[in-house]
C-alpha cells in the first residue's frame, strides 16, 4: 500500500507534464498564424479548409491566384483583406503571404513572389467596390484557367472531387 502514493505521484507528474506541453504545442502558434486563426479562420476554417460552408476553401488553392496579375490583386483587394482590422502593412503582408504560400502551399505557381508591405498598402487603397464579388471572382478565375493552368475546379468554392477527404 505504502508505495501507491509515489506511484500515484508520478503518474500526476507524468500527466502534468504532457497537458504542459500540449498547452505549448497549442501556443506556439506564429504571428501571423495568429492573425489568421482571429482574423479569418472564423469563415475560411482553421487550416483553410471551410467546406461545407459556402466559403472558399483556400487550403492547397488560394496560391493559382498568383498566375496573374488581376489574381494577385484580388487577394489583397477584397473587402475581408483590405478592411482588415490588421492596420499595419508590413503585418498583412505577413498573414497574407502565410495564408497564400503557407495554406495555398502546392498551388503556388513557381518563382512567384511574396508580398511586401509596399505593395499591400497600394493595393489596400483600392478596396473592390463592386457589387458582385462572384461576378469578379469568375472573371479572374475564368482567366487562371485559359492563361494559366489553374484547375478548372477553381471555379467553384472548393473542389467537390476532392470530397469528402482533406484538402
Ligand atoms: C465573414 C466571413 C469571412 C471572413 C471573416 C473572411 N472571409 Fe475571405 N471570403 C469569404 C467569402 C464568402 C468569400 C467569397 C467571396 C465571393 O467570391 O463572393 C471569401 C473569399 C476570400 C478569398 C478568395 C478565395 C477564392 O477562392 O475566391 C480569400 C483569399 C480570402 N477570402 C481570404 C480571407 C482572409 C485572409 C481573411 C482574414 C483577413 C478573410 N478572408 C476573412 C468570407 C470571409
Known amino acids: 500500500m505504502k508505495a501507491a502514493v509515489p506511484v500515484l505521484l508520478a503518474a500526476l507528474a507524468c500527466a502534468g507534464a504532457a ?6 504545442e497549442l501556443t506556439e502558434l506564429t504571428g501571423p498564424q495568429s492573425d489568421y486563426v482571429e482574423h479569418c479562420s472564423g469563415c475560411h476554417g482553421m487550416q483553410g479548409d471551410s467546406y461545407p460552408a459556402d466559403i472558399p476553401v483556400l487550403r492547397g488553392r488560394v496560391g493559382y491566384f498568383l498566375c496573374t496579375k488581376e489574381g494577385r490583386e484580388y487577394l489583397i483587394r ?3 483583406v ?3 482590422a490588421i492596420p499595419d502593412d508590413q503585418q498583412l503582408a505577413d ?4 495564408v497564400v504560400f503557407g495554406l495555398g502551399g502546392p498551388s503556388v505557381p513557381r ?21 458582385s464579388l462572384v461576378d469578379a471572382r469568375n472573371r479572374i478565375v475564368g482567366a487562371m484557367v485559359r492563361t ?9 468554392f472548393y473542389d467537390p472531387a476532392l470530397l469528402p477527404q482533406k484538402y
Open 19 to 24: 497537458l504542459a506541453a500540449r498547452a505549448a
Open 78 to 80: 477584397l473587402p475581408n
Open 82 to 84: 483590405s478592411y482588415s
Open 95 to 98: 498573414m497574407m503571404n502565410f
Open 111 to 131: 518563382g512567384a513572389k511574396h508580398f511586401t508591405a509596399a505593395e499591400i498598402g497600394s493595393l489596400r487603397k483600392q478596396p473592390l467596390a463592386t457589387t
Open 148 to 156: 494559366c493552368g489553374a484547375p478548372k475546379s477553381m471555379n467553384r
